[in-house]
């Protein structure tokens, strides 16, 4: 392969130089290249412009361009086609978002679109002046694109009073609607962070069969093939695919809204290849296990990690190198880090391409839940405890229970502690934050559920060891002002990342936005725990007027069965003759234990407590309200029976015992006799909104950090709504501390 050939396919970047004067020219990638001929048919920009890592004085430029009779999605066999980038430095404002010609230019440059590369741009422009807002504008023949903005970084040797950005992830075009992309277009920004899940790579997925906005119609994918058998669901499996998904996905206006307007940066997650994957491997299937080794595995497909490696890097207004003549998967490093003078240094990590094999199997295990999902923590921290030791020979004992990856992991160290920035901040995909429930309190739940459960183990609870390792790592170094940013799990979450969850302390934040347009994480565990038979799991997720009722027959059942000597609260029969026999002694009427017709049935969020808070406090609380509002007799049963036994221990008439104690011993999962409710799952979460879609606004400046969630309404039938933002909730952080202020 020639020089020539060899630049042709290792990348389509392009680079330029503002110069003192005007440059009219062309950079390529070809040795002896010449200006390519204007073309003189008429041509459109379907996905519009975008602009992406911004430098002090470089960034890079994105467009599509085809002719104007092609389809905006289907790839066209158009001949290579010339065009022209411009850019002004004055106030272009009252262009922005038009297709009206650029005046003032400072930048001219001639470029081709090839056919190779999906007629997609990539040019990057350098010499530009630090902290500078500028205007950008692509032109073939007579078509114009829309104008674009964007603002170069601040020098990294100045101070800056102010920085501000919002920051998003998981943008289903299947799911929900986006008008958020909207409100954020409206804000007042520096640029803009992704954290992946910019596309999903399925659809037609049972996630995906919801409601969504008509706006958003079905995808048809080229070559995807069905998921499992003949029908349902289809996945993106070439690049014809993958390309296929980012442009339906850009073809919203909304989102190119938001793109003409901030420069992104971007990283990507699990869906730009596929759900909850590490490496090339894909987790569709449970894949393989040997029973006598203990070896397991996944599906490997290289070739499709490398489509999708190639359709992100098209596509993506990113400063990054691939190269298509690796014929491996890792032909791309996306992990890179950004200053923005002496007050942000942005650290964006790449959490899949080098990723290991989840702690315990999909095949080890019998499914995703034991494996992904709902896994004993005992059970995980002993499998992640062999695997290190059987890496510890090889020189690097986190290398089989890794995220990072060794090299990324050293290089993520090594920048963190040379850092001079007042604040550090991780662009993070998977959340930090331990998630789990301790299932001691449920006694009535399976017995392997009566331990310790951790919720998501794709996410850095699953790689406990090598989370430990960053975090001591920043303890040690006295590393100060380190908060993560992060997406995936579609729930809004504020906390402190602890160096160790069991005995250690906190060294820096987690601030987790909800996925923009995906389902929410509390819609994933209602559902799944929505069949009768997880019923006794059910008050962990959700409740509503009959299934509080429901616990307070329970209730008051167990203490009819205890009064009559039963231990074994476990034993059905025993307690339904129990509370056979005090009805017909006349000690409890028949209603108590009746379901009220009437309640309501509708579901109200258990989770967020759950997660966050006392379990049963909401029960509780349901339960008192039906008996106040005398709308269930078992209700006002059980609140008579715990208002009697309080009286009774404190010698004091029934109507003297304070409602509050009362309403203490109606939470299932208390301590009855002191009313005390369990110690919180998660102490380091401070704030969780696990229904939630949305984006989040960061301000920062010396003295703090502001985090503005901003939670999205929801989808109206199948219109988006005319006001997208329901609520925000902000989160303060002072430089120098870990203590986290929340407020409406």
């Known amino acids: 392969m020639n020089r020539r050939q060899f630049l042709k396919w290792t990348g389509f970047v392009t680079a330029s130089t503002v110069g003192p004067a005007l440059l009219v020219g062309c950079s390529s990638n070809d040795d002896d290249a010449v200006l390519p001929a204007v073309v003189q048919i008429p041509c459109k920009f379907p996905q519009s412009i975008a602009s992406g890592d911004p430098a002090a004085t470089s960034i890079m430029l994105w467009t ?108 289903d075009w299947s799911i929900n609607h986006w008008a958020g ?47 499992n058998g003949k029908d349902g669901a289809r996945f993106a499996n070439s690049t014809a695919d993958y390309r296929t998904l980012y442009k339906q996905y850009r073809s919203d206006a909304r989102l190119q809204a938001v793109h003409e307007r901030f420069a992104m940066i971007a990283i990507w997650d699990d869906h730009e290849f596929s759900d909850d994957c590490w490496g090339d491997a894909t987790t569709y299937d449970n894949g393989s296990f040997d029973a006598t080794s203990g070896k397991a595995d996944n599906k490997h497909e290289t070739e499709r990690r490398r489509s999708a490696n190639q359709a992100w890097f098209e596509f993506m207004p990113a400063d990054v190198k691939f190269d298509i003549t690796d014929k491996g998967f890792q032909n791309i490093r996306l992990y890179r880090d950004f200053r923005f003078g002496k007050l942000l240094h942005l650290v964006m990590t790449d959490q899949r391409l080098y990723r290991a094999d989840h702690v315990i199997p999909e095949a080890a295990a019998g499914s995703s839940v034991g494996s992904r999902y709902m896994v004993p923590t005992a059970l995980l921290a002993a499998a992640e405890a062999k695997k290190m030791a059987a890496a510890k020979p090889l020189g690097d004992e986190l290398a089989l229970v890794s995220i990072l990856g060794k090299t990324q992991r050293e290089w993520w160290q090594n920048t963190m502690k040379a850092s001079t920035a007042t604040w550090k901040l991780w662009g993070n995909e998977v959340s930090l934050l331990k998630m789990c429930v301790n299932g001691k309190s449920l006694t009535a739940a399976p017995k ?38 992060t997406g995936d799990i579609h729930s809004f979450y504020a906390g402190q990342v602890y160096d160790d969850y069991t005995s250690g302390k906190p060294v820096m934040i987690d601030l987790v936005t909800a996925g923009i347009s995906s389902d929410s994480f509390y819609s994933y565990f209602a559902k799944a725990v929505s069949d009768p038979a997880s019923a006794a799991v059910q008050p962990l997720i959700f409740t509503s007027e009959a299934a509080a009722e429901g616990i307070a027959i329970q209730m008051i059942s167990a203490g009819i069965a205890m009064q009559v000597g039963l231990t074994d609260l476990s034993n059905a029969a025993a307690i339904k003759a129990a509370v056979g026999g005090a009805i017909a002694n006349g000690l409890l009427p028949a209603a108590a234990v009746t379901p009220t017709a009437g309640l309501s049935s509708a579901a109200i969020n258990t989770f967020n407590e759950t997660l966050a808070g006392q379990m049963g406090e909401l029960i509780g609380g349901q339960i008192a309200a039906l008996a106040v509002a005398k709308k269930s007799v078992a209700a006002q049963t059980l609140y008579g029976m715990v208002a009697g036994q309080l009286a009774a221990a404190l010698k004091i008439p029934v109507a003297s015992v304070p409602a509050a104690e009362v309403i203490k011993r109606l939470n299932p999962f208390a ?7 369990p110690a919180a799952n998660n102490p380091w979460i401070k704030y969780a909104d696990t229904d939630a879609q949305g984006y989040t606004v960061v301000e920062l400046t010396a003295a703090g950090l502001k985090a503005e969630f901003r939670k999205i309404t929801r989808l109206e039938g199948n219109v988006a709504p005319q006001k997208a933002i329901e609520k925000s909730k902000t989160i303060l952080v002072k430089a120098g501390s870990l203590d986290l202020t929340i407020t409406d």
């Open 64 to 171: 599509r361009v085809v002719p104007s009779d092609a389809d905006d999605v289907i790839s066209t066999k158009a001949a290579d086609i010339g065009l022209r980038l411009v850019i002004s430095s004055s106030d272009q404002s009252a262009l922005l978002g038009s297709n009206k010609p650029l005046t003032s230019i400072v930048h001219e440059v001639a470029l081709t679109a090839k056919t190779e590369w999906d007629h997609t741009i990539r040019h990057k422009v350098e010499g530009l002046n630090p902290a500078t807002t500028y205007f950008y504008q692509f032109i073939a023949g007579n078509s114009m694109s829309r104008v674009g903005r964007f603002k170069t970084a601040p020098a990294v040797d100045v101070d800056v009073n102010k920085l501000r950005f919002a920051y998003l992830s998981c943008q």
């Open 181 to 227: 992309f909207t409100e954020l277009a409206k804000e007042e920004l520096d640029f803009v962070v992704h954290l992946g899940d910019y596309i999903y790579e399925t659809v037609g997925e049972d996630f995906q069969k919801g409601a969504v906005e008509a706006l958003h119609t079905a995808i048809k994918l080229p070559d995807g093939p069905f998921k």
């Open 448 to 485: 392997d559920f009566q331990t310790e459960i951790i919720l998501n183990a794709d996410q850095w609870d699953g790689y406990n060891a090598e989370r430990k390792a960053l975090m001591q790592f920043l303890s040690s170094n006295q590393i100060k002002n380190v908060v993560a940013i």
């Open 671 to 677: 301590n009855q006799a002191a009313g005390t409710a």
